[in-house]
């Protein structure tokens, strides 16, 4: 996700300083990289830097970067504050000195001499403590297992594209442990435990995480057949547990279904081999990244242990990062293909970038097995109501939870509703799933989004030289443009409408043009509550307007519900319900006679005191449901049955 065609010393050399040296990187040699993982145990990484540069006569104050916006991470949150031992020299060793760029953490000015060929910097960096932007891209480490991302550990000049300045690196890992990475393997010595790789782009090394640990199976799949060209495919487990990196079947045949169901999608594969590391631990976070021939995957080995233990967000993470390398590493929003990693980056198209790759990665998620199709209706159920009951959608278009997601992502405490958090997720998702229901409608499902896939994520074959297709910028002109080629249809509008203008009711037309009915029914739907992303608490949020704790306590509050009009707020304590001791039911019961009994009497706690307030409320029990209309064709059905 990233790479623009900006002149970055206009923009940032001429901004922050205006003396430093713009052209420093000997074109010829590769920088090399020593990274020592001995101490990952001890949450430590280190690594030496060898920079060449070209030689001058005079001294050089040379400008090197710290990798600020790492591809995936969609802001500026290289994790620099880790760094905790950082020393520079040349290459016989004779300190240089250096500074931090005032006002700028990520850039540093290192002061060389004429006798200066290469900058040596001894980076060490402490593991484990991801901020809430970094974390699918820091480094982690533990007694059995470890994930380096190389961009902890690296600092590159300033004049550097990404693309042409390349890198060599060599591992040390501790004693018996194995490594799996992207990054093409040129020798291992198994009795030191040392890998060394070839020459890669910077941009390559940035993109291909380091899995190791000492339990390691790699599972190798081969699976094309006459109708489906697939490239093969490579899936690295690594454990705390021997037995833990024997995966079930019933999770490695719809990871297969997987890789063969998403080549169907896409039609075309952008990449000459591809890598799946997944971490099965309980000794790191769980998390993930996508990248572009491999991706991230840190889960517990409980949700591993069959498919029937692996659900939600854990279940629907390997897809999710797998769908990226096609959306979001081919296909880029043009404001985020920058040619470095300190260019700030335009992410408004973001809903395009997380929300198709939520969209298409939750249907190969049914089309593969991972989830029945009976559950991909109840995700559809859950974020139809999530979207209606957003609340910062009335203040700020979805598009605006794009532009400012690196400040939204750890989401609000507080009326989480109000501020939102990165909608552009889940309410992309409903736009593409809206999208795919208007070309089926309109084509007689002649033709679908598919048909858009293979359009845009149409790729050129790798070469012997060249191991994945380059980023491939793309705008919102084209979206329309591309979806215009598939159906006519008013896709600007559509946009505006649900993207980029700010509304407060929501409409539902995609339930309708799906063949369902998105309506407030009196019974609750019966949705299991470990379907991803479902309400938490007691929910009362389509009757009163607001949610609940066990114990009677409001989690939440919808602005201008009954609950807002008698200014309950978070934390708000119901003690009693129409003169009984709070429970649930009680609640449940008030509202289910409101429409004989419409003053709902509650006694609430006040700080120090107890109140009695009256919600006015006539509309009895109240549910916004999915439910199906048998009059119309399911397209659901036909959207997620597989190829
Ligand atoms: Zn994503």
Redesign the pocket.
Known sequence: MLLMLRSFCLLTVLAVSSYVTCSPLSAQTPISIEMDARELPRKLLTAELSIPIKSSKKPQDIALWYPKWVPGSHGPGGPIENVAGLTFSDQDNNPLKWSRSPGEVFRVIVKTTPQTTAIRANIRYITNQPSTNSYGHDTFGSRMVGVISPNTVLLYPETADADKALITTTLKLPKDWKAATAIPQSAHDEATSTYKYDAVSLRNFVDSPIMCGLHYRRYDFELSDEQTKVSPHSLHVFSESPTAVDLHESIVEPLKKMIVQTAKLTGSQPFDRFDILLAATDLLPANGL?HSRSTLNVLSPRDLSSMGSLKGWSRLLIP??YL?TWC?KYRQPAEMATHNFQTPQGTDLLWV??GL??YLGEVIEARSGFMNQNEFRDRVGVELRNAAHQQNRQWRPLVDTAAASHILRAGSDTWPKLRGSQDY?MEGMLFWLEADAIIRSKTNNKKSLDDFCHKFFAAPEPTATLQYSPPKPYTRKEIVSTLNEIVKYDWDGLIKRRVENVRTGYDPQVADLLGYEFAAKAERPNIPRNTFRFPAGIDHLDTLGMTLYGDGTVMDVKLGSPADQVKFSQGTKIVAVNDHIWNASVLDEAIANSDVNPLINLLIEDGEKLKLVQIHYDGGPKYLSLVRNDDKEDLLEKILAPR
């Open positions: 996508e999710h990062e990226h979001g970038y997380e790759t939520q997720y």
